[in-house]
């Protein structure tokens, strides 16, 4: 079982209609994983019933008994996160903004302070026509969206040995913070989406940095090529550098965003559909070669 | 060999118990005197549900019960750096093996150790 | 006044609505200020050139032990909930040896907890950098960015730190990160009214969705800007912005030589006539006293 997962550094630039594609490439069943938990979308190309929804608990939130408390403040000042605000002669928590450190209850001299699991969102299995999808849906503002991704491939990583499948398929967040990290780690392979703008040629430096501190491998698929013929020659130069493969180039075509309105995936506009066919045939190629190179087996020789 | 050897463990009890494959995330762990001199000792590993720093539990758990060596499948990235910290040899085993099983390869000296990687 | 242009699904053209409506106050003779809080992917420099005046290193605080007075005693391990800080015993044969500790940088969140539970006093908090904060110009606009460094995890203190250095009493405009968490909620700190750029596509609606949640939660009032507006069909998101008594502010449509000074880095309205005079009518609707958004 290979996972593969799609990234950007960029937002907009063709993670999630990519992924969908593959999907349809993988061969069933696949399982996919929707990481952009903060702007989830796969779940819009793949319909199909959900299980009943998990709620999903990360982190504390703390309260403060009113009763105990003698509005002395020294939670206030001590609070580095701006979490706690005096309304109406009362102590309250901004919900948005506790990180449930702790903080506030080993200053409190009247012990008011407890604290209870804080709601981070709530996840669930989709069955698709291609296998199942797992998604999820970050309350507002929530910190821990790194944990929730974790929680997420878990569940796909036990779904995709329980079904055989052969690929795990993640679509993951723009940026290279937390929830990338927990999107990427153990990945076999990271697919970089990028376009020729700078913008995007900028974020996919960072996101190749970040690819080569965790020791993954790296590959680059150009979407929206021929936007920009001089751009088009920048990423291929920066993936080179960066020794990343160049997997393919996806030629720009007004077409898809319609289709894409429509709910109807990449594979239907000619010229595209060849192009990320040869894309996903150049990933089979590379993780199914026969012999892994001997650095990247685990040294579980026993 | 002196010290105390401890094996994340998935299902089963004392020498029987089968390996579980992920260090920071077994239910518990059984941890043996390799000179046989004392009783297997079973360790609850709370912290196993924990989101992340699951692997740090562990490794604190261990440490404060004196253990020396460890031997798993797969150790996160954390709970390496945790337990090299410790001074705590790491050693590699495929999971399904049973503790009695890992033992006598760790007396053998045939547990291939897990190498840190060099980037 | 504060203005922070979000979005729910990225690439939706914050960047464009952000850098048009700060360049285009200060050529006003505003004082204007725009700042680049999309700290893991800060692409404003690509379209303002600015010179940069100032460049600073940003860091956290994180809990150090100077040496000595670590009796291993654990009190920082079990107070921190993140699984930051891990004590390391002392030597078994030299029990006056004192005991450290291991501190896990990416899961720390700096709240300073263990430094003030520690009995032995023994742990302090050094700077641990985390990114970079420049100032500078482009012509009469004043720069501000954040810029993350690769591998650390957490965007929202960077981004707090960045906030604090608009000056009070310019006109600001924040670009903010896409999507709709923690990063995202930091961004919104302080302002007056929230821009939320999107397309008319399921992807761009389902993401708004998000957002606007958001800014409800935080209490900021939002507007919304539509762009690439004729690349697909706006009614449900109209018909949803109607029920939420949410104003459109402004819909832009799609066109290719604005997607081409994009892709080679230009501010598009330098350019593209309707671009100007559509960001014009923007600021001026932003400037105007704010329609307030009734959930």
């Not at chain 1, 403040?73 to 901004?94: G, I, P, S, T």
């Amino acid at each position: 079982m290979k996972q593969v997962v799609v990234a950007s550094g960029k937002g907009g630039t063709g993670k999630t209609s990519l992924t969908a594609a593959f999907a349809e490439l993988a061969g069933r069943p696949v399982v996919l994983v929707d990481a952009d938990v903060d702007a989830a979308n796969l779940a819009l190309l793949f319909p199909g019933p959900d299980e009943p929804a998990r709620e999903f608990e990360a982190g504390r939130l703390a309260r403060i008994d009113a009763a105990r408390c003698t509005l002395c403040k020294r939670c206030l000042e001590a609070c580095r996160f701006d979490a706690l605000r005096l309304v109406e002669r009362r102590l309250a928590v901004r919900e948005i903004a506790c990180e449930g450190c702790g903080v506030c209850a080993v200053v409190c001299p009247e012990d008011a302070v407890s604290f209870e699991p804080q709601r981070a969102g709530e996840w669930t299995v989709r069955e698709t026509r291609f296998g199942p999808l797992v998604h999820a849906e970050l309350a507002p503002g929530a910190g821990n969206s790194g944990k929730l991704v974790a929680r997420l491939r878990e569940t796909a990583r036990g779904l995709a040995e329980r079904l055989g499948a052969r690929w795990l398929l993640i679509d993951g967040p723009p940026g290279i913070g937390c929830p990338v990290h927990a999107s990427v780690t153990g990945a076999d392979l990271l697919v970089a989406v990028t376009e020729p703008t700078p913008s995007a040629l900028h974020d996919l430096g960072r996101l190749l940095e970040l690819a080569e501190r965790f020791r993954l491998p790296a590959a680059v698929v150009l979407n929206k090529a021929d936007l920009d013929p001089a751009g088009t020659a920048l990423v291929t130069a920066a993936a080179a550098a960066r020794g990343a493969e160049l997997l393919g180039r996806i030629p720009f075509d007004p077409a898809v965003p319609r289709h894409l309105a429509a709910g109807r995936g990449l594979l239907v506009v000619p010229g595209v559909r060849e192009a990320v066919t040869d894309c996903w045939d150049a990933v089979v190629r590379r993780l199914e070669a026969p012999a892994a190179r001997p650095e990247e087996r685990n040294d579980a020789a026993v | 060999m002196s010290g105390k050897l401890a094996v994340p463990i998935r299902d089963g009890e004392g020498l029987a118990a089968r390996l579980h494959a992920q260090f920071g995330r077994a239910p518990a762990f059984v941890v043996v005197d390799p000179d046989g001199a004392e009783p297997p000792q079973r360790l609850a590993n709370e912290g196993a549900q924990a989101e992340h720093g699951a692997g740090i539990g562990a490794a604190a758990l261990l440490l404060r019960h004196g253990v020396t060596a460890v031997a798993a499948e797969r150790f996160g990235p954390k709970a390496e750096q945790a337990l090299r910290a410790g001074g705590v040899a790491l050693f590699l085993a495929p999971a399904g093996l049973t503790v009695a099983e890992v033992l006598e390869r760790y007396r053998a000296g045939t547990l291939a150790r897990h190498e840190l990687k060099v980037y | 006044m504060r203005l922070v242009v979000a979005s729910g699904k990225g690439g939706t053209g914050k960047t464009l609505v952000a850098t048009h409506l700060a360049g285009l106050a200060a050529g006003r003779g505003i004082e204007a200020v725009y700042a680049d809080a999309d700290v893991e992917a800060p692409n404003g420099h690509l379209f303002l050139a600015p010179a940069v005046e100032r460049e600073e290193r940003h860091a956290l605080p994180l809990p150090v032990l100077p040496a000595g007075r670590c009796a291993a005693c654990g009190a920082c391990q079990d107070f921190c909930p993140y699984h930051a800080i891990l004590v390391l015993p002392g030597a078994p044969d030299a029990p006056d040896a004192p005991g450290s500790v291991l501190v896990f940088p990416e899961l720390c969140h700096n709240c300073g907890g263990c430094v003030r539970v520690c009995p032995s006093a023994a742990l302090s908090e050094a700077p641990h950098e985390d990114g970079t904060l420049r100032e500078g110009r482009a012509g009469p606009l004043r720069f501000l960015e954040g810029r993350l460094d690769v591998g650390e995890p957490r965007a929202a203190p960077l981004i707090r730190d960045l906030l604090r250095r608009i000056p009070a009493d310019v006109f600001a405009v924040v670009d903010a990160p896409p999507g709709a968490s923690c990063a995202t909620t930091a961004a919104l700190s302080g302002a007056d009214r929230a821009l939320l750029v999107t397309e008319p596509t399921p992807f761009g609606l389902h993401d708004l969705r998000a957002a606007l949640r958001l800014c409800r939660a935080v209490e900021v009032p939002a507007a919304v800007v539509l762009n690439r507006a004729d690349l697909g069909d706006d009614r449900p998101l109209r018909a949803f912005l109607d029920a939420e008594r949410v104003p459109v502010l402004a819909a832009w449509r799609y066109d290719p030589d604005v997607a081409a000074a994009v892709a080679r880095g230009e501010l598009a309205a330098r350019r593209v006539p309707w671009l100007r005079e559509a960001a014009e009518r923007l600021l001026d609707a932003c400037l105007a006293p704010a329609e307030v958004d009734r959930p």
